[in-house]
């Protein structure tokens, strides 16, 4: 584990470190890794606990280090790709984060094999953390525009505000190490303890989407949008017809929880 040289800062470190067993403990806890989402933030948490945990048996920047972190990072693209997979509903939503999690895993296993799995890939970094990103965003308009209940009680909203911010933040880090933060102790330390807080803040969202995760959420067979929405225009048009007794609507909103 780095050692920042204050007791403080230490102890904020490990608290961050091991934070990522409190959604691990709530999913297994409230069994609501029935919900496939939920399911994966369970996997994704025990991964980033157990790579954490190791950093105090292994130096740090180290060639085990390199490659653990690598292993982390394409496992972390995999599990997020399939959350957002998951509760996509739209024809172009489900082809891009199929063709996503086709290509891109591929694609950084072959780099990694080409270059060194043992080495700081700064451009596969930065490309993973950009592709993260532009997904999350999408999704989370998807959600802004598809979700009819109360979007702050639905844990997946959370989850993306959670890889949003990280992987947001990271991507201006990991560009701020090139162009902004040199190589001596200090910068390379204030670059780290900002990743650290900034992966406190992630997974402190994802603990507050696995409280907020119920085994109700696995309930989810709504119907596919485009048919929706083709069911609401034959609907529409029947209403024009005179003498027609307007039937309840309910059963055709979209509601992804």
């Not at 997946?156 to 990280?166: A, K, P, R, S």
Request: charged share 15%.
């Amino acid at each position: 584990m780095l050692d920042f040289g204050n007791v403080y800062l230490n102890l904020f470190v490990h608290i961050s470190s091991y934070l990522p067993l409190l959604p691990f403990l709530f999913i297994l806890l409230k069994r609501t890794y029935v919900v496939e989402y939920l399911n994966y933030l369970m996997i994704l948490s025990l991964v980033a606990f157990l790579f954490n945990l190791t950093l105090n048996f292994i130096p740090f920047y180290s060639k085990p280090f390199h490659f653990l972190r690598n292993v982390l990072m394409v496992t972390e693209l995999m599990l997020i790709l399939l959350m957002i997979n998951s509760r996509y509903r739209t024809p172009f939503g489900r082809n891009l984060t199929v063709t996503l999690l086709v290509f891109v895993p591929n694609m950084c296993v072959s780099y990694l094999l080409i270059n060194s799995l043992n080495e700081f890939n700064t451009l596969l970094i930065t490309v993973n953390c950009a592709i993260v990103l532009i997904s999350a965003l999408l999704f989370q308009k998807y959600l802004m525009d598809y979700y009819k209940g109360n979007i702050l009680g639905y844990s997946l909203f959370w989850i993306m505000n959670g890889v949003f911010m990280f992987s947001g933040s990271y991507l201006i880090f990991n560009l701020g190490r090139k162009f902004i933060f040199r190589y001596d102790s200090d910068d390379y330390k204030s670059m780290w303890g900002m990743i650290y807080i900034v992966h406190f803040i992630k997974y402190a969202f994802f603990t507050l989407a696995a409280w907020l995760g119920k085994p109700a959420d696995a309930i989810y067979e709504p119907k596919e949008l485009a048919k929706t929405m083709k069911a609401e225009k034959e609907l529409t048009y029947e209403l024009k017809t005179p003498g027609f007794t307007p039937p309840s609507l309910a059963g055709n909103e979209i509601w992804l929880d």
